[in-house]
């Protein structure tokens, strides 16, 4: 017994001494830049003599490299690691890794997440690292060791006043920054958001619209009813998985895939397509003798599958009014992927394409739970409130009218956005529309191209003269239009792209050289640099406007900053307004900074920078006018 308790004392004292033998590396920070965000720091760890740390995994992946903030603390602060510059270090051939051996310094940047503000003047760092004894070759378990960061000092009063000021849509950003590792509350918040964008002005005269439209397609079959209800559903549902899961695998390039001028395009010809069948210019059907000889109930088929489209497709029709939640939702996806692929490359490693699949499939679940939200209410109406609703008569046609002449319009509001890409005026692009019609309504209505019979009765020679004027009018406007096409008319592409002339601003001190436009009073620079050194000579903040013509609430925010009075003042006394156009040189410098990834999303999208070029706040909703001022009036 004395034995056994002897080997047991000896070997508590032995553990215990080998958890004393382990040395700890220094670990101290000093501030050089607390005064205003981004702050700056350095941060000095201290490695013991005759050990090493190790600055990353190693040839052979098999280290524990330092990680700074290695468990995402600083988040819960409203904190994010903006800019982290490692010290050298030697590369040692023996144990084939970066290693750090007596002192280095890190340089670590700081920013506000924007979507949740610090409300404290400190915050803790947390630092990660392993020691490796160079003398007998033992390496150490890893340790933590942690500091205190001193903050700006205007970070609480700035917190309270973003309180007040934070729109409905900042705080549901908020909301879903501090729940984004919890899938459940995230689906739950998705599809609380679905729910909320069905109730924008736009969408929600959609519902009954659709209600009898699905009616319609079931052919007055209550039973077939709940078949296209179901399938409309299942469709809308589908096409938010498909972008949740482009969004994050592509991290945002299939907005920008979506931002080419020929995929408007393609998309105004594919609406076009489907309203013209809606109208009753031709059956719109697939291989419909291939799909009889399989299966004697092809039109059951084809209809429900004809309807699993056309919801597919609505989640794209409806994007002018939900398009901000879409946007800032597909954000918080591909900036999942960012963060973990950056928190990686701290570490010299990256993020694979089977690492990429699995978060991606992550935000394809939370982006389905917005398309349950917002397909949801269709179903419901659908199946529910019209399904007392006379089953067959020429009401149905009115519908089947409205619903094409809608969906036309929205080919129209692609082909605008096209267009406008293209660089081509809106009023040459209505004049193309206009003279395109009126050829449509000479050929196919009053069939000009067809010989009239001798016998032909008055009417149907007043229909055939009409017709005549209109292919005579509708021609001469497609060829006006074409005309003034940028690849038909290099001078009116020059014209167009300074369009709003460099104008003589000496009455706001504005130098007559700048590139300055006009618009409701406020002098808009086209030019970041020549905006930067004025606002460094007047003090005043930045207000940058990124637009783009096919996006369709950059004009909304346009009208808004010309009637808003207290957006409109603080634009033109309390800030150096500029505004850079899609495609643009310092348009894409912005896009490719990490600061700005949201205009690797989409549109619209702004920002308020200091005249030392420091960002202090951006968004994408161009209705948080009163965050926009009140931020405007925090600077100036």
Request: glycine residues 8%.
């Given at each position: 017994?004395k034995?056994?308790?002897?080997?047991?004392t000896?070997?508590?004292?032995s553990?215990s001494?080998?958890?004393?033998?382990?040395?700890?590396a220094?670990?101290s920070?000093t501030?050089?830049?607390?005064?205003?965000w981004?702050a700056?720091y350095?941060?000095t760890?201290?490695?013991?003599?005759?050990?090493?740390a190790?600055l990353?995994?190693g040839?052979?992946?098999?280290y524990?490299p330092v990680?700074v903030?290695?468990?995402s603390?600083?988040v819960a602060?409203?904190l994010?690691i903006?800019?982290?510059e490692?010290?050298?270090g030697?590369?040692?051939?023996?144990?084939k890794a970066?290693?750090?051996?007596?002192k280095?310094?890190?340089?670590?940047e700081?920013?506000?997440?924007?979507?949740k503000?610090?409300?404290?003047?400190?915050?803790?760092?947390e630092l990660t690292?392993?020691l490796c004894?160079?003398l007998?070759?033992v390496?150490f378990?890893?340790?933590t060791?942690?500091?205190?960061l001193?903050?700006p000092?205007s970070?609480?009063?700035?917190?309270?006043?973003?309180d007040?000021s934070?729109?409905f849509?900042?705080?549901l950003?908020?909301?879903f920054?501090?729940?984004?590792?919890?899938?459940?509350?995230m689906?739950?918040?998705?599809?609380?958001?679905?729910?909320l964008?069905?109730a924008?002005p736009?969408?929600?005269?959609?519902?009954?619209?659709?209600?009898?439209?699905?009616v319609?397609?079931?052919n007055?079959d209550?039973?077939?009813?709940k078949?296209h209800a179901?399938a409309?559903f299942?469709?809308m549902?589908l096409?938010?998985?498909?972008?949740?899961l482009m969004?994050?695998?592509t991290g945002?390039?299939?907005?920008?895939?979506m931002?080419?001028?020929?995929v408007n395009?393609?998309?105004?010809v594919?609406?076009?397509?489907?309203?013209?069948?809606?109208?009753?210019?031709?059956e719109?059907s697939?291989?419909?003798?291939?799909?009889?000889?399989?299966?004697q109930?092809?039109?059951?088929?084809?209809?429900?599958?004809g309807t699993?489209?056309?919801?597919?497709?609505?989640?794209?029709?409806?994007?002018?009014?939900?398009?901000p939640?879409?946007f800032?939702?597909?954000?918080?996806?591909?900036?999942?992927?960012?963060e973990k692929?950056?928190?990686l490359?701290?570490?010299?490693?990256?993020?694979?394409?089977?690492?990429?699949?699995s978060i991606?499939?992550?935000g394809?679940?939370?982006?389905?739970?917005?398309?349950?939200g917002?397909?949801?209410?269709f179903?419901?109406?659908?199946?529910?409130?019209?399904k007392?609703m006379p089953?067959?008569?020429?009401w149905?046609?009115?519908?089947?009218?409205?619903f094409g002449?809608?969906?036309?319009?929205f080919?129209?509001?692609?082909?605008?956005?096209?267009?406008g890409?293209?660089?081509?005026?809106?009023?040459?692009?209505?004049?193309?529309?206009?003279?395109?019609?009126?050829i449509?309504i000479?050929?196919?209505?009053?069939?000009?191209?067809?010989?009239?019979?001798?016998?032909?009765q008055?009417?149907?020679?007043?229909?055939?003269?009409?017709?005549?004027?209109?292919?005579?009018v509708?021609?001469w406007?497609?060829?006006?239009?074409?005309?003034q096409?940028?690849f038909?008319n290099t001078?009116?592409?020059?014209?167009f792209?300074?369009n709003g002339?460099?104008q003589?601003?000496a009455?706001?001190?504005?130098?007559?050289a700048?590139p300055?436009?006009?618009?409701?009073?406020?002098s808009w620079?086209?030019?970041f640099?020549?905006?930067k050194?004025v606002?460094q000579?007047?003090?005043?903040?930045?207000?940058i406007d990124?637009y783009?013509?096919?996006c369709?609430n950059?004009t909304?925010?346009?009208?808004?900053?010309a009637?808003?009075e207290?957006?409109?003042q603080?634009l033109?006394e309390?800030a150096i307004?500029?505004?850079l156009?899609d495609?643009?040189?310092?348009?894409?410098?912005?896009?490719?900074?990490?600061e700005?990834?949201q205009?690797?999303?989409?549109?619209?999208?702004?920002?308020?920078?200091?005249?030392?070029?420091?960002?202090?706040?951006?968004?994408?909703?161009?209705?948080?006018?009163?965050?926009?001022?009140?931020?405007l009036?925090?600077?100036?």
């Open positions: 017994m034995n056994f308790v002897s080997i047991i000896l070997l508590m004292l553990v001494l080998t958890y004393a033998e382990i040395p700890k220094g670990f920070v501030p050089l830049n607390t005064d205003k981004p700056q350095r941060l760890l201290t490695v013991p003599k005759d050990h090493h190790y990353d995994t040839d052979d992946n098999i524990i990680t903030d290695p468990n603390k600083l602060s409203g994010t903006s800019k982290l490692k010290p050298a030697v590369h040692d051939s023996l144990v970066n290693v750090l051996r007596d280095g310094d890190f340089t670590l700081l920013a506000q997440t924007g979507s503000p610090a409300i404290v003047n400190s915050a803790s760092l690292y392993q004894n160079e007998t070759n390496c378990r890893p340790q060791t942690q500091a205190d001193t903050l000092a970070t609480v009063a700035a917190s309270v006043q973003d007040e934070l729109s849509m900042d705080k950003l908020a909301l920054e501090s729940n984004k590792n919890n899938m459940f509350i689906f739950g918040l998705m599809f609380v958001a679905g729910l964008s069905v924008t736009c969408v929600y005269p959609m519902l009954p619209i659709t209600s009898m439209f699905i319609g397609r079931a007055g209550a039973s077939k009813e078949q179901l409309y299942i469709g549902v096409t938010y998985m498909a972008l949740g969004a994050g695998m945002g390039a299939f907005n920008t895939f931002q080419s001028a020929f395009l393609g998309f105004a594919f609406f076009a397509f489907f309203a013209i069948a809606l109208l009753g210019f031709y719109l697939f291989m419909q003798n291939e799909v009889h000889s399989l299966d109930h092809s039109s059951k088929v084809k209809g429900v599958s699993l489209l056309m919801g597919s497709v609505a989640g794209l029709v409806i994007s002018p009014c939900v398009g939640i879409v800032a939702l597909l954000l918080q996806v591909a900036d999942n992927i960012a692929a950056a928190a490359a701290l570490i010299n490693q990256s993020l694979d394409f089977w690492g990429k699949l991606a499939s992550q394809s679940v939370m982006m389905s739970g917005f398309g349950l917002v397909g949801l209410p179903f419901i109406i659908s199946v529910v409130k019209f007392k089953k067959a008569g020429y149905m046609n009115k519908v089947k009218y409205a002449f809608m969906i036309l319009y080919a129209y509001t692609y082909l605008q956005k096209g267009m890409v293209l660089g081509v005026d809106p009023s040459t692009t209505v004049t193309l529309a206009i003279g395109l019609v009126a449509w000479a050929v196919v209505h009053c069939h000009v191209l067809t010989l009239m019979p001798r016998d032909a008055p009417n149907q020679k007043m229909q055939h003269y009409v017709g005549v004027l209109s292919i005579i509708g021609g406007l497609v060829v006006a239009g074409m005309g096409l940028p038909m001078a009116q592409a020059e014209s792209a300074h002339a460099v003589s601003a009455s706001n001190n504005i130098p007559a700048l300055v436009q006009k618009e409701a009073g406020i620079y086209r030019s640099d020549a905006a050194k606002a000579e007047t003090g005043k903040p930045i207000f990124f783009a013509s096919w369709a950059c909304e925010f346009k009208k808004e900053s009637n808003n207290q957006l409109n603080a033109r309390k307004a500029v505004k156009v495609k643009e040189p310092e348009f894409e410098k912005f896009r490719a900074s990490q700005h990834r205009l690797k999303i989409g549109l619209p999208y702004f920002a308020i920078i200091t005249p030392e070029g420091k960002l202090v706040w951006s968004g994408t909703d161009y209705k948080a006018t009163q965050k926009m001022v009140a931020e009036d925090r600077l100036s």
